[in-house]
């Protein structure tokens, strides 16, 4: 009797190590299979976030190089850097919202109390710059044209300005 028992709790030994070890292979290829997937999906979505960064920088000085070589051309006497001129020139715009009128760039007189000031802007080319403004209630965009002075100057020219509805 002592010897069927211990026949008996061999085999179920072995039996349960037997299971134990197909589980445990079978989870870490389950594991191994699943963060392929993960990984191979967040692959993709990084790709694919990074092709719709690229998408939006299109019209950016940053990655316009004709726009970067006219700064660098044979033609103008000193070199720009556009690295140092975008902060720069939207420096100089924002600079305008303390005006008590509001900013005169917005290509809008001020309606009501409040003065329409710009709050986001984007440097498009060596040229163009688009903003966004509000006066807290009314929101609008504007396209600019900025020329970089002699003197190292910016002046900008109102070239289309709109409202949207409240």
Not at 91 to 96: A, P
Not at 103 to 110: E, I, K, R, S, V
Request: glycine share 4%.
């Amino acid at each position: 009797m002592q010897r069927s028992l211990f026949l008996y709790l061999t085999i179920l030994a072995v039996l349960s190590l037997i299971f134990t070890y197909m589980f445990l292979s079978k989870e870490v290829a389950f594991e191994q299979n699943r963060y392929k997937k993960t990984t191979t999906k967040l692959k993709d979505s990084l790709a694919s976030v990074t092709n719709k960064l690229a998408d939006a920088n299109y019209f950016s000085l940053e990655k316009n190089e004709n726009a970067q070589n006219y700064f660098d051309s044979a033609r103008s006497e000193k070199t720009i850097q556009y690295e140092k001129l975008i902060p720069y020139v939207t420096e100089k715009l924002l600079d305008f919202n303390s005006n008590p009128k509001g900013n005169p760039y917005t290509g809008q007189d001020q309606i009501g109390a409040n003065k329409f000031i710009i709050n986001k802007v984007r440097i498009l080319n060596h040229r163009w710059i688009i903003a966004d403004f509000s006066d807290g209630e009314i929101w609008g965009e504007v396209l600019l044209k900025y020329f970089v002075n002699a003197d190292d100057s910016i002046s900008f020219e109102v070239n289309q300005s709109l409202l949207y509805q409240k």
